[in-house]
């Protein structure tokens, strides 16, 4: 497919299709969507004609027949990401699916032997590592610029109903059969692939989970340790029953000679070295998901690495779900 263009289907034309990422299909380099599916036939012909996209289908099976179609960005809920992805891949296609990749860590191994033995290519949805944002992170822990890294403290508390949820869909959310967990596992997988993105390869890593409140079916309150290669130590908090006076997004780098501080879900990253402290605020691209979508766009071509790969993803959902252990 090498610098050919990218012709996109969408399977699950649902909330976050409409801003974070469905236009920039349209807006990226080689890239082109072409058809839209979903099980509502009325919502499926309507995102179509607000889009101005020129195909859309009630089923899978009938997107995936489209000749035309070269990739699949797959947005559904968890629980069919697996099933749509193995779809995908059977018919031929590039697939990029939404975070989490799967349910759990026993289905994205088995997505990632389809995806050896097809030969085929999968990018997952961890768009946040190709925002500016976290490039800066990143860049500024390249440069050492607050030195040896000592450890990171991560906080995510929330109220029962957090704002940083996509509005108008969050019921399943809270049903593990579809999301795998509650809103851990909607929120962390975010969080945590950007700690792998930082520190490479963790050696060890423990957690648990608990039902905190007696209204909870699902763990409102996780914590969990990671231990890197390089040696660096994470330690990540996370509550989903806390005041909304209380609640709170911050990642905090501590290095030798200096910090780095910044809300997974902000836009402005404060260094602290030297007696020294600045701040860097970032707008976000209209459509957030832009930067990875062009970047998935030239890996189909050939034209750069994958952004995201199935074997980091499975890491990460073994960390997921060993956090997610309820004790």
């Known amino acids: 497919m090498e610098n050919a263009k990218i012709r996109w289907g969408i399977i699950g034309c649902g909330d976050v299709t409409e801003k974070k990422s469905g236009p ?16 509502d036939a009325i919502k499926a012909a309507d ?16 997107l995936l027949d489209n000749p035309a179609l070269n990739a699949i960005y797959i947005a559904t809920p968890p629980s069919s990401h697996f099933e749509y992805a193995l779809k995908a891949l059977e018919a031929g296609k590039d697939v990029y699916v939404e975070k989490p990749v799967t349910l759990n860590a026993h289905e994205a191994r088995l997505l990632l032997d389809a995806v050896t033995r097809k030969n085929g290519k999968l990018v997952v949805a961890h768009y946040r590592r ?16 607050i030195g040896a890294i000592r450890t990171v403290q991560l906080r995510l508390w929330q109220s029962r109903s957090p ?11 809270t049903d593990p059969t579809i999301s795998g967990g509650g809103y851990f596992f909607d929120l962390a997988p975010h969080q945590l692939d950007l700690m792998l993105y930082f520190f490479g390869k ?29 040696h660096v130590i994470f330690n990540g908090s996370w509550c989903f029953n806390v005041r909304s006076e209380d609640n709170i997004d911050r990642c905090e780098i501590m290095g030798s000679q200096g910090k780095i501080t910044f809300p997974i879900f902000g836009n402005s990253v404060t260094v602290e070295y030297d007696h020294q402290k600045k701040e860097y605020v970032f707008a976000h691209p209209e459509h957030i998901q832009l930067p990875m979508i062009a970047s998935t766009v030239a890996f189909f071509q050939g034209n750069g690495p994958n952004p995201a790969s199935m ?3 499975l890491t990460l959902m073994e960390i997921i779900d060993c956090f997610a252990t309820v004790k």
């Open 47 to 62: 995102y179509a004609e607000r889009h101005h996209v020129p195909n859309w289908y009630s089923t899978v099976e009938e």
């Open 202 to 230: 963790p050696i060890s890593y423990e957690g648990f989970s608990q039902i905190q409140d007696p209204v909870s079916t699902v763990a409102d309150h996780t914590t969990g340790t990671i231990l890197f290669e390089n």
């Open 163 to 173: 704002e940083l949820v996509t509005k108008g869909a969050a019921e399943w959310r």
């Open 311 to 313: 074997e980091e993803a």
């Open 24 to 39: 920039a299909f349209n807006k990226a380099e080689g890239s082109k969507l072409l058809a839209v599916m979903r099980r």
């Open 130 to 145: 190709q925002l500016p944002l976290f490039l800066k992170v990143r860049e500024l822990l390249n440069i050492g610029k």
